[in-house]
T-cell receptor, first 115, second 113 residues
Framework: DTAVSQTPKYLVTQMGNDKSIKCEQN?????MYWYKQDSKKFLKIMFS???????INETVPNRFSPKSPDKAHLNLHINSLELGDSAVYFC??????????????FGEGSRLTVL | DQQVKQNSPSLSVQEGRISILNCDYT??????FLWYKKYPAEGPTFLIS?????DKNEDGRFTVFLNKSAKHLSLHIVPSQPGDSAVYFC????????????FGKGTRLSVIA
């Protein structure tokens, strides 16, 4: 029973398209995140949500819009896709907002390729 | 601006020997450090952590050492096993507050049988 699940796992699309990646966690955690791992392999925070409320937005272009319909879901919608958006996107969750509430649990990642 | 640096992209070790993975950080606000392990096509999984009140934390074959004055931590795996072959990410953050985990680029460990 997967704790943090993301769909789709792979996504290939053309420049200019709009796409969404969905994330669900069944751990009962309050806090969810989106991380991006680009070609340089850094895992960089994009957004964090705590109980459906946006907490962190790390200078991500506004073409990226996260949506949290409830605390178990955090979806990522990307408009007008660009070549530089090609990356692996990881969803993660944690019990609470602060690091002292436990470790991050990651999904398997969604590999986005923009042609 | 790389606040967490893993300067060795890869490391090869013989089975049964010690693996030492290194990590440096620049942000003096960081006082909580973690190692994550990642297999291909999977998400990172938590391995071990240490807070700045300690200089060592051990969990089975895995030990993390923290040198605050040098802003350096290392992960020791003894003895190394083929199943340890993975990418290891170092991560850091303040222990409290909203600051998210900052990750290094990872070190790919290959344990050769």
């Amino acid at each position: 029973d997967t704790a943090v699940s993301q769909t789709p796992k792979y996504l290939v699309t053309q420049m200019g398209n709009d796409k969404s990646i969905k994330c669900e966690q069944n751990l009962g955690h309050d806090t969810m995140y989106w991380y991006k791992q680009d070609s340089k392999k850094f895992l960089k925070i994009m957004f964090s949500y705590n109980n459906k409320e946006l907490i962190i937005n790390e200078t991500v272009p506004n073409r990226f819009s996260p949506k949290s319909p409830d605390k178990a879901h955090l979806n990522l919608h990307i408009n007008s896709l660009e070549l530089g958006d090609s990356a692996v996107y990881f969803c993660a969750s944690r019990e609470g907002l602060h690091p002292n509430t436990g470790e991050l649990f990651f999904g398997e990642g969604s590999r986005l390729t923009v042609l | 601006d790389q606040q967490v640096k893993q300067n060795s992209p890869s490391l090869s070790v013989q089975e049964g020997r010690i693996s030492i993975l290194n990590c440096d950080y620049t942000n003096s606000m960081f006082d909580y450090f973690l190692w994550y392990k990642k297999y291909p096509a999977e998400g990172p999984t938590f391995l071990i952590s240490i807070s700045s009140i300690k200089d060592k934390n051990e969990d089975g074959r895995f030990t993390v050492f923290l040198n605050k004055s040098a802003k350096h931590l290392s992960l020791h795996i003894v003895p190394s096993q083929p199943g340890d072959s993975a990418v290891y990410f170092c991560a850091a953050s303040p222990y409290s507050g909203n600051t998210p985990l900052v990750f290094g680029k990872g070190t790919r460990l290959s344990v050769i049988a």
